[in-house]
């Protein structure tokens, strides 16, 4: 007999550990199950290995230091998962499979992590313990999926199901930024452009109207004055204004960033973005279609469910939602509904809540949540599109009327000073 170590979640969600003796780790997992306990991490207990020569102990010597690392790409990650999931569904060790990808990979900072992953695997430690020492490059929500199949035996099926919620969560982020370049771009060489026109052009003209002597009209006076305060030619001026220009939204980006860091900041950015008119939306579909299918996912695997809602909470990455999640989880740990708090928090559409509703009375919560989630993301790709032929037409006209104010604005001196020569030389 031998004795198993063990981590495991009660029938509330809180975390216990304790030990077990038993013939092998199927029997302890077993032995656990039978406390009304959900375990997490099994492992057997082994003794401290000694070698005395000459009455001194000499310790085993160590590869290195396991240390975290961070920075691995979502998407190298993600081709990881599924080539590990098909390895282990070959029937390869797992100690042999991690060291056949960490051969694989190209030096950088994934081929390091694998490499302490695998000197943590053969230290004795599970996969999901390895990869917990490691958070920058697996999050919480990757150790408890792999957690949960090391404990159901289906490590493979698991990693598997998370490649392709990953693949799929990638793929959401990427239609969303791909979007939002277009604008950019185009807002950011527009920008470029009237800047240079204030510093190279105005000036000129500047110049011919004062030699001219004509009194300028209002709009003309006030593109000459935002030409010199570009430039920093007005008096007193120290920092020129092209220099605000594009330091004022790097700026902003960095203080919005540093507001987020506080719970108040957080709090009221999130909401005020969910209000916001275009980009609300877009923001709540895509916030719903994350939560739904990694809710969907852990459910799935074998994750209790009071401990998907916790990590769901973690991953959502809006404030509104999570307070709505925690709601949920301590409405679930008193042992009423999940659609009640969801449904009085008004986050989600009805459609939402009552799709959730049906997925508890039938028992197939797992899958409703992966068909809200498929549902939104098809509703992001449409509301994505949208939202690009909605912005082209707009910056065409935003564009078009700063270009033809500045026209305007420089050629109305100009025909003053026709008229003033003719009305000379009718004289």
Request: proline share 4%; charged share 25%.
């Amino acid at each position: 007999m031998a004795t198993f170590v063990y981590e495991a979640l009660n029938a509330a969600g809180k975390p216990q550990k304790g030990s077990v003796e038993a013939a092998s780790s199927e029997e302890a997992i077993q032995r656990i199950k039978g406390q009304q306990l959900f375990p997490t991490s099994v492992r057997e207990q082994k003794g401290k290995k000694k070698e005395e020569d000459g009455g001194k102990v000499k310790k085993k010597d160590k590869k290195g230091i396991t240390i975290g690392f961070g920075g691995v790409s979502t998407k190298l990650l993600t081709v990881f998962t599924r080539q590990l999931s098909t390895l282990q569904d070959a029937g390869l060790p797992l100690l042999r499979s991690l060291k056949i990808l960490e051969e694989q990979q190209k030096p950088g900072k994934l081929k390091s992590v694998l490499g302490g992953v695998a000197e943590e695997v053969e230290g004795g430690s599970s996969l999901s313990e390895a990869m917990g020492k490691f958070p920058k490059a697996f999050d919480r929500l990757y150790v408890k999926m792999v957690a949960a199949g090391e404990v159901g035996g289906v490590l493979d099926i698991i990693l598997q199901r998370l490649s392709e919620f990953m693949e799929k969560a990638q793929k959401l982020k990427m239609k969303i930024i791909g979007a939002m370049v277009y604008p950019a771009v185009v807002i950011f060489v527009a920008l470029a452009i009237v800047t240079g026109i204030m510093l190279l052009i105005i000036p000129k003209f500047e110049e011919i109207f004062a030699d001219f002597g004509v009194p300028l009209p209002a709009l003309t006076r006030f593109l000459i004055n935002t030409s010199r305060w570009v430039a920093g030619r007005e008096i007193g001026q120290q920092v020129p204004g092209v220099v605000w220009v594009f330091v004022t939204p790097v700026v902003v980006f960095f203080l919005i960033k540093l507001a987020r860091k506080s719970p108040l900041g957080r709090a009221v950015f999130d909401t005020l973005l969910l209000w916001t008119p275009i980009f609300g939306p877009l923001v709540k579909k895509t916030v719903i279609a994350r939560f739904t299918r990694t809710l969907g996912t852990l459910v799935n695997a074998g994750v209790p469910i009071l401990e998907a809602i916790l990590i769901t909470r973690d991953t959502a990455g809006n404030y509104v939602f999570e307070k709505a999640l925690t709601k949920v989880h301590d409405s679930i740990r008193e042992g009423e509904t999940f659609a009640g708090p969801l449904r009085e928090s008004k986050t989600c559409d009805a459609i939402v809540v009552n799709m959730i509703d049906v997925g508890e009375e039938t028992g197939e919560m797992d899958a409703m949540l992966l068909k809200i989630a498929d549902n939104y993301d098809e509703e992001v790709d449409v509301a994505v599109a949208s939202l690009v032929k909605l912005i082209e037409p707009l910056l065409v006209v935003v564009l078009g009327g700063i270009v033809g104010t500045i026209v305007v604005s420089m050629f109305l001196p100009l025909v003053a000073m026709i008229e003033s020569l003719q009305k000379g030389g009718a004289v």
